[in-house]
């Protein structure tokens, strides 16, 4: 290894770390760590052959699901800490840690660019999301939760646990919540917050948040950003105009949930909630005024509906943040335009190719979706031979998902005779950078697998 090369090896890089780490407690009387057991490598093997029962979600061939590997940094972080195990429910609980959440959330607001916010990591998107329900709640007890009917499903189970009464608000034909349909709710007077989803789960549609809060002019109602997939595409330097939009509006939003877990390349149970008042610390607290929440003491445990959180969490999005800073034209930024010119391009060759037929709006994020032309042209045919080309795919390696989704997404003329419904599509969420290098791989394993399914027709 020339003196230039960086290492590639992770493993290395830790142990090196580790050794740092106990630097710092060298101290202490040695204590005698117990010996492994003699099974325990047998044991591990035995865990590791379980593990071959999964897709292989790491390589870019694995182009289905919402699912990205952990930027190495974030994994060898995340064991480092594992050897102080910290919980930061409490500074008692993990000091240096707590402090590194701090960092982390603030750098996350930073992003969105809020000067100040109340915030802090959560399980997941969903906790995440509870907390910014629970706290409109509190402002506007039994006024009712509004989301499209392409929000996450938790949003209805959330509301129900805190016992808001919740309304789903029809999409367009983009997927993206219908203005219309939201402002006769509002109409009513009965709403008391609006979730709006910045890159929907099943699709990655954006609900247009800039011409959301011009209906604040003549409704009074609170904003939360659903942003658990897609917020950090605010990053990205090409979104289509009218997406651009929608994210420059952030700042006005009330409250924000990002994933980590999801885009920022952590491992899972790493979710994030930010509050853009922090006065709204008050809610959760039950033995301090609210000025605690804008001391240098900050006490997350305080601010959190959780108890106890992985300390070990805030230690890994630290320290991929210290690497791959959130700028835009970095190179974490970098990494999401790729995927979105992943997806771009995989839309261009569905769209050009006959057996398929794409939604009436193209990618709005990295989510693909298509379904496939039928002789019967009824969603049933399409559904199967989306099923089949699915099986098919995955011998060839190339791994997609299917999603059953609303049939007015696409071309009224897809389907004739058929206005409502729903029809099962190939979907593919291309949120690996790699991706991108990948394409022309992907795209030949998709053929194959199609002509594989359509030489003999059902
Ligand atoms: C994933 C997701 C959630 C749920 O987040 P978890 O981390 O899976 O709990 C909520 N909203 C949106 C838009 C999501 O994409």
């Not at 990494?335 to 995989?346: F, P, Q, V």
């Not at 690996?432 to 022309?440: Q, R, V």
């Amino acid at each position: 290894m020339s003196q230039t090369t960086h290492p590639t090896d992770i493993f290395a890089l830790l142990r090196e770390a580790q050794h740092q780490l106990d630097q710092g407690f060298a101290t202490l009387p040695a204590a005698s760590t117990p010996a492994l057991d003699p099974d325990a490598e047998a044991i591990l093997n035995e865990a590791a052959e379980r593990l071959h029962d999964n897709y292989p979600y790491a390589h870019p061939l694995y182009a289905g699901q919402m699912l990205k590997p952990p930027h190495p940094i974030a994994r060898a972080a995340y064991a480092l800490a594992m050897s102080v195990n910290p919980n930061n429910h409490a500074l008692d609980g993990g000091r240096a840690s707590s402090a590194m959440e701090v960092e982390a959330v603030a750098a996350l607001a930073t992003m969105f660019g809020w000067p100040q916010h109340l915030g802090h990591l959560t399980s997941g998107g969903t906790f995440a999301n509870l907390e910014a329900l629970w706290v409109a709640g509190q402002l506007a007890p039994s006024k009712k939760i509004v989301a499209s009917d392409q929000a996450h499903y938790t949003h209805s189970r959330i509301s129900s646990v805190l016992g808001l009464p919740f309304v789903a608000v029809s999409s367009d034909n983009n997927g993206c919540m219908d203005l219309h349909a939201l402002e006769q709710l509002l109409r009513s007077g009965e709403v008391g917050t609006v979730v709006v989803t910045l890159g929907t789960t099943a699709i990655g549609s954006v609900d247009p948040l800039d011409r959301i809060f011009a209906l604040r002019d003549q409704y009074s109602f609170r904003i939360h950003v659903d942003a658990a997939y897609g917020g950090y595409f605010t990053l990205a330097g090409n979104l289509a105009p009218a997406t651009r939009a929608a994210y420059d509006a952030i700042p006005q939003a009330d409250s924000i949930v990002v994933d980590p877990h999801k885009h920022g390349l952590q491992p899972y149970g790493c979710g994030a909630i930010l509050f853009r008042d922090p006065t709204v610390g008050r809610f959760y607290k039950h033995d301090s005024p609210y000025t605690y929440f804008s001391s240098k003491d900050l006490h997350l445990g305080e601010i959190s509906l959780e108890c106890s959180r992985a300390g070990a969490s805030a230690v890994a999005l630290w320290t991929t943040q210290r690497l791959l800073p959130y700028t835009s034209g970095g190179k974490f930024a970098r990494g999401l335009e790729d995927g979105r010119n992943a997806a771009l391009e995989l839309n261009r060759r569905i769209v050009a190719d006959a057996r398929f037929i794409v939604p009436i709006s193209g990618p709005q994020l990295d989510i693909v979706f298509w379904t496939v032309r039928s002789s019967q042209q009824t969603p049933e045919a399409s559904s199967a031979l989306a099923s089949r080309i699915f099986d098919e795919a995955a011998h060839f390696d190339l791994h997609l998902a299917l999603a059953s989704l609303p049939i007015h997404l696409f071309p009224t003329e897809t389907f004739p005779g058929h206005s409502s419904g729903y029809v099962t599509c190939l979907r593919s969420v291309l949120m690996k950078p790699e991706h991108l290098a990948w394409i022309d791989a992907i795209w030949q394993r998709l053929d194959q697998a199609t002509a594989h399914v359509l030489v003999e027709p059902i």
